[in-house]
Every structure is written in C-alpha cells, then in structure tokens.
C-alpha cells in the first residue's frame, strides 16, 4: 500500500510498504493528471475501487503495463482536509 499526499499539482509517496524500493522510487512524484487511480480519486475526491485486472485494463487503459495491479484488486480513497477540498 502507499500514502501519498498532493503538493503542486503531484501527488508525492508519503510512504510506502508492500512494494520494492525502486518501485517507490519510481512513482514517488505523479502528476496529478495521470490515468491512475490515486489520481483519479484525488481529482474527483471519490473513492475508486477496481476489483480485477481486466477492470483496470478497462477503466485504465493508458495506464497498463505502467502501474496496473498484478493479480490483485486496487483501492484508492482520497483522505481531505476541509481546507484542500476547496482548491
């Protein structure tokens, strides 16, 4: 799993476990306006929820084979101060 926080228009790993460290390396920064779940639940302030892989292929497309899940569900709740909702 991954904790991320949204600076900038990026979402940046706040910490990671579960993943191997160049792995977390390389998606420590995301530009929020990748085709991620985590992205998507940021900018719509929603949760997002992809049970299989053939769901993320689905909703994701431009995104497999970048970060897709690998045999596994994928949840992504976004957790907002009152303050950032307003942005």
């Known amino acids: 799993g991954a904790i ?4 900038d ?3 940046h790993v706040g910490g990671a476990f579960g993943y191997p460290d ?12 990748a085709p991620l779940p985590a ?4 900018r719509t302030v929603e949760p997002v929820v992809v049970e299989t892989d053939a769901d ?3 909703r994701f497309p431009e995104a497999v084979g970048l970060a897709g899940p690998s045999g596994g ?12 909702r307003g942005r």
């Open 39 to 42: 992205c998507v639940a940021v």
């Open 9 to 11: 228009e990026v979402l």
């Open 56 to 58: 993320y292929a689905v």
């Open 22 to 33: 160049d792995v977390v390396h390389t998606w420590k920064d995301i530009p929020l306006s």
């Open 73 to 84: 569900s994928v949840v992504a709740i976004p957790a907002c101060s009152s303050a950032s």
């Open 4 to 7: 991320f926080e949204v600076r």
